[in-house]
């Protein structure tokens, strides 16, 4: 079982950085591939961002590729997301998510934090 604790969000202008950060609890965090998800106002959530166990593999969807960064620390059973150059289209819930392997869905989920960026 992992406990995931999303934070860092809040209003920022457009052009501006925020970092997102996910604390899990549980022994195991280290053995997990985790996840940044989005969801906008009317939209479907959105997988942005996920990164392997280890650290090794990222993947990013094309639109936060080269603005957003997945990073994880396993000592801190914690994985952030850093977000540059933010546009008003990142607006949403963004939420962090863990599964204990690649080929399931993400099993569990942090309670979401709302980025809000401003024109």
């Known amino acids: 079982q992992v406990q995931l604790v999303a934070s860092g969000g809040g209003l920022v202008q457009a052009g501006g950085s925020l970092r997102l950060s996910c604390a899990a609890s549980?022994?195991?965090?280290?053995?997990?591939?985790m996840g940044w998800f989005r969801q906008a106002p009317g939209k479907e959530r959105e997988l942005i961002a996920r990164i392997s166990w280890g650290g090794s593999y990222t993947y990013y969807a094309d639109s936060v590729k080269g603005r957003f960064t997945i990073s994880r620390d396993n000592a801190k059973n914690t994985v952030y997301l850093q977000m540059n150059s933010l546009k008003p289209e990142d607006t949403a819930v963004y939420y962090c998510a863990a599964r204990s392997s690649i080929v399931t869905t993400y099993e569990y989920w942090g309670q979401g934090t709302q980025v809000t960026v401003s024109s």
């Open positions: 549980g022994r195991t965090f280290s053995t997990y591939d």
